[in-house]
């Protein structure tokens, strides 16, 4: 008597339990966290530029078009070139990082968010090195609002790009807006809520941290910080929400 033939073994499908593969977007820090992190560096950034640089700012661009006013209409204390340095600085990084954006943003956002963050690193880690090395010489105050400006401009076109809700990691003014307005109070359900409140707290504590360090230690040792948490963000963001 014969043995049937054993029937060939069919691999399972997709499905039926069997282990998906790894999503390699998904390898490292999640960019939510990533971009609460990068709120905070900004909080820094512009503690640097405002207490340090002559009244402007370079990652806050809505207050550095007010700072425009001020200074064009000769309030004292505000620079009309240092202001419009930084805005068009940080247009020009908002171009290079839109171009970025066009070059590799429909790929891997993994490796896109990483290089702009490496690019971040090296601009405030050179205006880091202007800071120490050259610090009470005109010039530098104008390489450190250029270098800055450059980055944020580039970091916000990322941002913009990346569209995580809620977290532009510069800007507070439509955040704190939803935060009120889709509150239980205003009636709405307040389910952003938690993500909103820690770009506001990240904020308000890297301004801190910042002005602090201005103010005992100057720019810096703030900038610095600044360089190495985005190098550490740089090595470790991953591309999914």
Do not use: Q
Not at 169 to 197: C, E, F, I, K, Y
Not at 213 to 228: D, E
């Amino acid at each position: 008597m014969t043995t049937p033939p054993t029937p060939p073994t069919t691999p399972p499908a997709s499905g039926s339990g069997a282990d998906p593969a790894p999503d390699p977007e998904a390898r490292g820090l999640r960019l939510v966290l990533v971009l609460i992190t990068l709120t905070v560096v900004s909080g820094l950034i512009d503690a640097v530029s405002y207490l340090g640089l002559g009244r402007v700012f370079t990652a806050n661009m809505t207050g550095n078009v007010v700072v425009l006013g001020f200074a064009a209409a000769g309030a004292p204390g505000f620079s009309v070139p240092r202001t419009a340095t930084s805005l068009c600085c940080f247009l020009l990084g908002a171009v290079a990082g839109g171009r970025v954006a066009t070059r590799f943003g429909g790929g891997s956002r993994r490796r896109w968010a990483r290089l702009t963050l490496a690019a971040e690193a090296v601009l405030v880690g050179l205006s880091a090195a202007a800071a120490f090395g050259w610090p009470d010489r005109t010039g530098t105050v104008y390489a450190l609002i250029a270098l800055t400006a450059f980055a944020m401009g580039v970091r916000n076109a990322t941002v913009r790009k990346l569209g995580v809700p809620d977290l532009t990691t510069t800007v507070l003014t439509m955040t704190l807006t939803g935060l009120a307005a889709d509150s239980r109070l205003g009636n709405g359900t307040g389910h952003r809520s938690p993500r909103r409140t820690a770009s506001v707290v990240a904020m308000l504590g890297g301004a801190f941290l910042g002005a602090w360090l201005v103010l005992h230690h100057g720019l810096g040792i703030p900038l610095l910080i600044a360089a190495l948490a985005s190098a550490v963000l740089a090595v470790s963001a991953s591309g999914k929400e």
